[in-house]
């Protein structure tokens, strides 16, 4: 039972590139979240996905957009990458909004 | 003001120490706590998660809960240096079709053996 999975583990990008980070989970949540953390800010929220076909911002969602692709699928797209994308990235789900989140491992993020 | 405030630390104890985490929050619907753990260049682990007031053990860890003065804690037992980590504390309300779960920014914690 894999729980999370992201893709890729690590990437480097230059500014402006465009990037495509990729999660997946096969517990059957519902709900699935993006958030960023860096050091000293704790985890803040992009985007999350409550439900299957239902997407809203979260507190940093400037320059993300994101993709519920089925219930299992939850991708986050930055379309011009800047040096202040530089962070780690994690996905998470839930079977519901108030129910305790399962994380990946997190996408070592590079912007240079 | 944070809804969820937590000491970042870091805070260095002794192996075989007990050892007592802390959040505060402001939102009194919070009904559901929990407690994650997690290593470096690891995601945060479920570690603790109970509903409304009281404790809850499991091994080493005991969870507490006091709704009165909006204050939650972790307890760790008999530390080990495997122990060292990020805790992180978070809550939710008693709401299904509420959003999201509400994250402490974290203690990072070190056990010296």
């Known amino acids: 039972n894999a729980g999370v999975t992201q893709t890729p583990k690590f990437q480097v990008l230059k500014t402006g590139q465009s990037m495509t980070l990729q999660c997946a989970q096969d517990?059957?949540?519902?709900?699935m979240y993006w958030y960023r953390q860096d050091p000293g800010m704790g985890l803040r929220l992009i985007y999350y996905?409550?439900?299957?076909?239902?997407?809203d911002k979260g507190e940093v969602p400037n320059g993300y957009n994101v993709s519920r692709l089925n219930k299992r699928e939850f991708s986050l797209r930055l379309e011009s990458a800047a040096p202040s994308q530089t962070s780690v990235y994690f996905c998470?789900?839930?079977?519901?909004?108030?129910?305790?989140?399962?994380f990946g491992d997190g996408t070592r993020l590079s912007i240079l | 003001q944070k809804e969820v405030e937590q000491d970042p630390g870091p805070l260095s104890v002794p192996e075989g120490a007990i050892v007592s985490l802390n959040c505060t929050y402001s939102?009194?619907?919070?009904?559901?706590f929990m407690w994650y753990r997690q290593y470096s260049r690891k995601g945060p682990e479920l570690l603790m998660y109970?509903?409304?007031?009281g404790n809850k053990e499991d091994g080493r860890f005991t969870a507490q809960v006091d709704k009165s003065s909006k204050y939650i804690s972790l307890f760790i037992r008999d530390s080990q240096p495997s122990d060292s980590a990020t805790y992180l504390c978070?809550?939710?309300?008693?709401?299904?079709?509420?959003?999201?779960?509400?994250f402490g920014s974290g203690t990072r914690l070190s056990i010296r053996p």
């Open positions: 939102n009194s619907a919070f009904q559901y």
């Open positions: 998470a789900s839930s079977e519901y909004g108030n129910q305790p989140q399962h």
């Open positions: 996905s409550a439900s299957e076909g239902t997407t």
């Open positions: 517990m059957n949540h519902n709900s």
């Open positions: 978070a809550m939710s309300t008693a709401y299904s079709s509420a959003s999201k779960i509400i």
């Open positions: 109970t509903y409304s007031s």
